[in-house]
């Protein structure tokens, strides 16, 4: 699991457009970081150190899909 979020988190920090366009990906990968951290302080350290919530933050504001926004919000609201 902590060896994989930084691997989502390459993903989600994607900056080539073709990886943007495929909004199915963003979404699971948001929605798999919400449930790693879900009760998990272990997992919500490690998001940290990655810089997940900012990652998610950026997200949340800038991607053009409504259910990529939405599971950011859902996955910011488990790290809280």
Not at 14 to 28: G, P
């Amino acid at each position: 699991l902590l060896t994989v979020m930084p691997r989502v988190l390459d993903i989600l920090n994607t900056s080539d457009l073709a990886s943007r366009d495929t909004s199915a990906l963003f979404l699971w990968c948001t929605l798999f970081l919400g449930q790693a951290w879900r009760h998990n302080s272990n997992a919500c350290e490690k998001a940290v150190l990655i810089d997940a919530p900012n990652t998610l933050q950026n997200l949340l504001t800038n991607h053009d899909s409504p259910e990529v926004r939405a599971a950011c919000a859902y996955a910011l609201g488990t790290y809280l």
